[in-house]
T-cell receptor
Framework: GAVVSQHPSRVICKSGTSVKIECRSL??????MFWYRQFPKKSLMLMAT?????????EQGVEKDKFLINHASLTLSTLTVTSAHPEDSSFYIC????????????FGPGTRLTVT | RKEVEQDPGPFNVPEGATVAFNCTYS??????FFWYRQDCRKEPKLLMS???SGNEDGRFTAQLNRASQYISLLIRDSKLSDSATYLC??????????FGPGTRLSVLP
C-alpha cells in the first residue's frame, strides 16, 4: 500500500514555457501533499505544503506565482512551473500523507525537469 | 547552524562490516524522526521510523536520544545492496519534514 505516482518522470522544455507535474496517491487518500526539489548531491528542500481544498503554504524563498500548486482532490496534486528558466532544472519530488496518525510521508518517484 | 546535520561521508566499508551513522537536530520541539534511504537519482524510501524506545528491524537498529538531540542508525552485516545515501528526517510542528543532507554509504565487495 501507500503508493504515490508522478507524471511525467522526465521532461525537457524550452525557457519561457510552463510545465505541469502531477502527483497522485494511488491507494490512499492524501490529506496533505508536499512538494520538494533536489539539486544534484544536495538534500531535499521543501517547497510547499498543500492540503486538499485549500491554498498551498510555501516555504520562505519559494515564489508562489512561479510554482503554482493545486490540490483539487484527495488523490491529486499538481505543480506547475511557470515561465521556466534553466535554473529551474532540478529533480522535483512529491510526497503524500494520509489520514493516519503517523507522520510518515510516501514519496513519488520524482520528475526530472531540464529547461534548455 | 542547520536544523538537521549529518556527516556526508562517504563511508566505505567492506561487506559484512557494521557501520553507524549519527544525525543531530537543533529544534528541541521536533516530534517525529525517520531514516530514509535514497538510491542515486531515485526518490527517498522510508527505511524506519525512530521511536523514543529505539527500534530494530533485522540488521538495522535506530536510536533516539532526545536529551542530546541526536538519532543514530546502525547497520550490521552490511550488504552490497545497502550502498545508498541515508537521510535523517525530522518532523517539526505542522508535520513538515526537514531532511538532513544525507550520509553516503558504499559497501565494497
Amino acid at each position: 500500500g501507500a503508493v504515490v505516482s508522478q507524471h511525467p518522470s522526465r521532461v525537457i522544455c524550452k525557457s519561457g514555457t510552463s510545465v505541469k507535474i502531477e502527483c497522485r496517491s494511488l491507494d490512499f487518500q492524501a490529506t496533505t501533499m508536499f512538494w520538494y526539489r533536489q539539486f544534484p548531491k544536495k538534500s531535499l528542500m521543501l517547497m510547499a505544503t498543500s492540503n486538499e481544498g485549500s491554498k498551498a503554504t510555501y516555504e520562505q524563498g519559494v515564489e508562489k506565482d512561479k510554482f503554482l500548486i493545486n490540490h483539487a482532490s484527495l488523490t491529486l496534486s499538481t505543480l506547475t512551473v511557470t515561465s521556466a528558466h534553466p535554473e529551474d532544472s532540478s529533480f522535483y519530488i512529491c510526497s503524500a500523507r494520509g489520514w493516519t496518525s503517523s507522520y510518515e510521508q510516501y514519496f513519488g518517484p520524482g520528475t526530472r525537469l531540464t529547461v534548455t | 547552524r542547520k536544523e538537521v546535520e549529518q556527516d556526508p561521508g562517504p563511508f566505505n566499508v567492506p561487506e559484512g562490516a557494521t557501520v553507524a551513522f549519527n544525525c543531530t537536530y537543533s529544534n528541541s520541539a521536533s516530534q517525529s524522526f525517520f531514516w530514509y534511504r535514497q538510491d542515486c537519482r531515485k526518490e527517498p524510501k522510508l527505511l524506519m521510523s525512530v521511536y523514543s524506545s529505539g527500534n530494530e528491524d533485522g540488521r538495522f537498529t535506530a536510536q533516539l536520544n532526545r536529551a542530546s538531540q541526536y538519532i543514530s542508525l546502525l547497520i550490521r552485516d552490511s550488504k552490497l545492496s545497502d550502498s545508498a545515501t541515508y537521510l535523517c528526517v525530522v518532523g517539526r510542528s505542522g508535520q513538515n519534514f526537514v531532511f538532513g543532507p544525507g550520509t553516503r554509504l558504499s559497501v565494497l565487495p
